[in-house]
């Protein structure tokens, strides 16, 4: 069983006060804390180990180019992809930018199909749009239930010869709904489609086996996972990413260049242009340590924990509407509207009281306007520090609220 209060103590700024309070972190599906193992990590590489990777001749430098690599294979490892199969990136959002460019260019053409869900995140939705006003495909959207869940028939009604892509999160940032990515990928696969898998919300809360979801495409962060900004990955099948054309150009990605013509740098290289962020590899590779000793698999137990706490709680108050579906189906994410209040208002209450939650679209406008929700939502989200303590305070702060500015 996973011991929250014990794991906080290794984030030094969970041991900070906000407004004078004990710091309550509420807002791990927007980013996450990092523990002191990866600040240290971090630091131990930039003060001992840095130089540049695979262009460097000394001893230095070799060292930097072995943990870059031991790093990229252990991060690969964590959701079962080889080295080959892992292309790291600054992001999920670049990791999408990439297979958007680079499948249209190799794949799509007019009169093709891209179909999405309603509840993607604008990184899974606007890459898409740009790329379909240049070739001329169109992008279409699987509808929800009302319980917050994806509309499979939905789905698999919209889905058709003419249907090239199907890119869908795993996990939804504004209900919580966990996909079943292996039955999507399936359906994908047999309509000759191409999967992908939005992996921000997922991978970091539970065990994510890209082999065994079958996917094509599989996308994560890694500052939503304990490690550094910057730092993000798209793991791939072989055979796809080899007939795909590169995104970037440049340094590092190419075999050979002459003045008139280049040729690219084997996987996962040819992917990954420019010097590479080697220091926030080896802090996701830290990271990833870390959440090995932990256990991912007692990550979703306890967020489910807390969950189901929170909505016991709020439901309890009888002024807080949630938003998605039982717990049993989400992760660790409860967006909600106090009654009679802006969710901004919420928001900054909160803070008052050394909270911190998300409010707003939380980068989801069109599934916002699709649950009707013009001003948006509250939203908090839990992760491995977080205890039952923290949802009591942000109960307890909510409560005050409604009394200050509800109706
Ligand atoms: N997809 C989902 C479901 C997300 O929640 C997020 C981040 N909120 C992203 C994609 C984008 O992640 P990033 O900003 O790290 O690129």
């Not at 249209?104 to 899974?124: A, C, I, Q, W």
């Not at 890209?210 to 094509?216: E, H, L, R, T, V």
């Not at 050394?354 to 989801?364: D, F, K, L, Q, V």
């Amino acid at each position: 069983m996973l011991d929250a209060k014990k794991i906080a103590q290794d984030f030094p700024i969970l041991q900070k006060k906000s407004r004078g309070k004990r710091f309550v972190y509420l807002n791990s599906a927007a980013t996450t804390q990092k523990p002191r193992q990866v600040i240290e990590a971090i630091s131990d590489f930039y003060s001992n180990h840095h130089g540049t990777v695979h262009r460097g001749s000394s001893e230095i430098s070799a060292q930097a180019t072995e943990m870059f690599e031991k790093a990229h294979e252990n991060i690969g490892k964590f959701v079962n992809a080889s080295m080959q199969e892992t292309v790291l990136t600054r992001n999920t959002t670049e990791s999408l930018n990439l297979l958007a460019y680079s499948l249209s260019k190799k794949y799509l053409k007019p009169g093709d199909e891209v179909l999405l869900t309603k509840m993607e995140h604008h990184s899974n939705i606007v890459p898409w749009q740009q790329l379909a006003l240049e070739k001329g495909f169109t992008v279409k959207y699987a509808g929800i239930t009302k319980s917050g869940e994806l509309d499979i028939s939905d789905l698999q009604e919209k889905i058709s010869n003419k249907t090239k892509v199907v890119s869908f999160t795993h996990c939804s940032n504004v209900l919580g709904t966990i996909n079943d990515a292996k039955e999507i990928s399936r359906i994908a696969r047999d309509a000759g489609a191409i999967s992908i898998v939005d992996g921000a919300q997922s991978v970091p809360h539970m065990m994510v086996d890209f082999k065994k979801i079958g996917c094509d495409f599989l996308a994560f962060s890694g500052h939503k996972m304990l490690g550094p900004t910057g730092i993000g990955v798209l793991a791939g099948k072989k055979e796809r990413f080899e007939e795909l054309p590169p995104f970037l150009f440049g340094g590092d990605m190419i075999s050979e260049v002459f003045f008139d013509h280049s040729t690219w740098n084997d996987l996962p290289f040819k992917f990954e242009a420019g010097t590479p962020h080697s220091a926030g590899a080896i802090g996701l590779s830290a990271a990833i340590d870390y959440l090995e000793k932990i256990g991912i698999e007692d990550v979703l137990r306890h967020e489910r924990e807390l969950t189901k706490f929170a909505f016991e709680k709020l439901s309890g108050l009888g002024f807080v509407e949630m938003h998605g579906p039982i717990p049993e189906k989400r992760g660790g994410v409860i967006s909600f509207n106090v009654r009679g209040i802006h969710p901004h208002d919420v928001g900054g209450v909160l803070d008052e009281y050394g909270i911190e939650i998300r409010t707003g679209s939380h980068c989801a406008q069109p599934l916002t306007r699709e649950l009707g929700l013009e001003s948006g939502s509250a939203r908090m989200s839990f992760y491995v520090y977080n205890y039952r303590e923290d949802i009591e305070a942000a109960v307890e702060a909510i409560e005050k609220t409604f009394r200050l500015m509800g109706k």
